[in-house]
């Protein structure tokens, strides 16, 4: 499933101090540092499973590793929120299922 990149997904992406690392940035296609506009150039493009699990993670975070659920749990709340997707059903399903076999990709 692809996932569709909005101003609202990038800023949910932000670390703990305010910014997107240069994993994160690669994630959606963003060489580091990045160039003035990046956002609006990304804005309307997607990110499969994989691609939005790194965007929406910092891997400087200390409990990354720890937290790995929390991460999960992260993703799927954001899933649940896009009213206006019309995959958003078939996304939310595919999500749980893998959830419950302890797997994201």
């Known amino acids: 499933m692809r996932t ?10 932000k670390t703990k101090r305010g910014g997107w690392t240069k994993k994160q940035l690669a994630a959606v296609g963003v060489s580091w540092p990045p160039s003035q506009g990046w956002k609006s150039r ?3 493009g997607t990110l499969d499973d994989e691609g939005l699990a790194q965007f929406l993670t910092d891997p400087r975070d200390p ?15 954001w899933l649940c929120s896009l009213d206006d997707c019309p995959e958003r059903s078939h996304a939310i399903q595919v999500y749980r299922s893998r959830l419950s076999k302890g797997r994201t990709e």
């Not at 569709?4 to 992406?13: G, M, N, Q, S």
């Open 4 to 13: 569709p990149v909005t101003y609202d997904l990038i800023e949910k992406a």
């Open 42 to 44: 990304i804005v309307g």
């Open 63 to 77: 409990l990354l590793y720890e937290n790995w659920r929390g991460i999960q749990e992260r993703v799927f709340n």
